[in-house]
């Protein structure tokens, strides 16, 4: 005889506690159904665990990328400047009367940090070259008409002559300095040119 709790039989509650069973602990058996599988519990801690390196290690690779982004443009802004600037001044020196130049500075900037000559044309007229450091720019300056900025970022220029039997030799050297990141200042880069006089 089947003894009845409530209004359920105990053959009933047997089959419901199977069901719920099932629904429950369906994963954990041990021939799921392929399409009731779920994650385990360790599947997941694997998951969360390797979530937390990537979080923790992308701010850091994060700003390594920045860093190097910005050393490639500051060098990259040098490296061009520095052509630039030794291409215009060596093609100006070079058609210059060598007894003409004097190499002297503005009142405040560093010494020998300005050059001046005449220059002569093709078409066999003369002109009033200088070049010149006013702070952190290069000037240039033609015939007394006021300077022109060639480029930025210039720290440091000096106009020398590498043999003092020789004046028809003139050193340039550049030093460049642009910002970086964090309020620093890198890729500092020295050029040095020495450029005949034609004339």
């Known amino acids: 005889m089947v003894e009845a709790v409530g209004w359920v039989s105990l053959k009933n509650m047997n089959k419901i506690k199977k069901i719920i069973r099932g629904c429950l602990f369906s994963s954990l058996s041990p021939n799921p159904s392929p399409l009731k599988r779920g994650y385990t519990l360790m599947e997941l801690m694997v998951v969360v665990a390797i979530m937390g ?114 004046n028809s030799i003139i050193s340039v050297s550049l030093t460049f300095e642009t910002k970086t990141y964090e309020g620093g200042t890198k890729a500092l880069q020295m050029a040095v040119e020495k450029v005949r006089i034609m004339n």
């Open 53 to 166: 390196v990537i979080l923790l290690a992308s701010p850091k690779i994060f700003e390594n990328s920045f860093k190097f982004m910005r050393l490639a443009f500051a060098r990259a802004e040098i490296q061009k400047n520095s052509r630039a600037s030794l291409s215009n001044i060596n093609r100006e020196l070079r058609q210059a009367y060598a007894s003409s130049i004097v190499v002297d500075e503005l009142a405040g900037m560093p010494p020998h940090s300005r050059i001046t000559f005449t220059r002569y044309m093709s078409d066999g007229s003369t002109r009033l070259v200088s070049y010149y450091q006013n702070g952190r720019k290069l000037y240039l300056d033609i015939n007394g008409a006021g300077g022109k900025m060639v480029v930025g970022s210039l720290r440091y220029i000096a106009f020398s002559y590498p043999k003092t039997d020789n």
